[in-house]
């Protein structure tokens, strides 16, 4: 007998607006989107689509004009300002294209930060899970500067992972990396919600790292326009070209780490 997954994560009518009069942009126009619980989603669609807009509002780090966003049952606007701190520290990870390590920390230090700053003591066995499971255990006394790329993203996937968070949110998290070591990172995170039921959204533009996903959902214009499930990059790509209007040119998406 199947469970129905919950959602972790929830908007509704999600609009953002950025200035007034002659200069107002529309980020987002209405967005409504569930997250459910165990799933993998990559968010989708050409440049200033409002994709990034989205993620930051979902998770707590910016505010939507109006609209409401939920992380689990809680309703953010509800929350002051200590609150929503406390919710971001606790119950979302965060993965982004700067890896945003602490230089002077090692490894392990970097991946249990969060932890320490909120005064808990790490679930070791959740935490060996979580190292063994991205390939660091022989670089936990090892500084950034001592760590290859791909390793300081390991780092930074661990650390999102490292308070068994409600929802990871990743914005372009392997932009900085080559294909070899961004494929690593997308594994992970393909792992971490097959095998420890974790719950990723991830802002894209490279149609192979949204292979990886359980859906996609594609953003124009500030609104959701599609929805693809079992993605496969050379779907995924077709469907962008069609957003773009069919023009390869046009900044919508990267095939640059696109492989034959």
Not at 159 to 183: C, K, V
Request: charge should be neutral; charged fraction near 20%.
């Amino acid at each position: 007998m199947h469970t129905t997954p919950g959602i972790a994560a929830a908007t509704v009518g999600l609009t953002k607006v950025y200035g007034s009069g002659d200069t107002q942009v529309v980020a987002l126009d209405g967005v409504g989107i569930d997250f459910r619980e165990g799933e993998f989603t990559a968010i989708m669609g050409p440049s200033g689509c409002g994709k990034s807009t989205l993620m930051h509002c979902a998770a707590g780090l910016d505010s939507p004009s109006s609209g409401s966003v939920r992380i689990g049952t809680t309703e953010l606007s509800t929350l002051n300002d200590r609150q929503l701190t406390e919710l971001r520290r606790d119950r979302i990870g965060f993965i982004f294209q700067a890896f945003n390590l602490l230089p002077t920390l090692t490894a392990l230090e970097n991946i249990t930060l969060p932890l320490t700053i909120a005064g808990r003591r790490p679930d070791r066995q959740w935490l060996d899970r979580v190292i063994a499971m991205v390939g660091l255990s022989q670089r936990l006394d090892h500084r950034p500067a001592q760590l290859s790329g791909g390793q300081q993203q390991r780092v930074a996937v661990a650390r999102a992972l490292a308070s068994r968070p409600a929802i990871i949110f990743g914005d372009e998290p392997t932009g900085n990396l080559d294909s070899r070591a961004g494929a690593e990172v997308l594994g992970f995170l393909r792992d971490s919600v097959r095998d420890l039921g974790q719950t990723v959204v991830m802002v894209t533009h490279d149609p192979v790292a949204a292979g990886y996903a359980d859906r996609v959902v594609f953003l124009s214009d500030g609104r959701l326009v599609d929805e693809m499930t079992r993605p496969t990059p050379d779907r995924v790509l077709d469907r962008m070209l069609r957003l773009s209007g069919g023009n390869p040119q046009t900044p919508a998406f990267d095939t640059g780490s696109r492989t034959s």
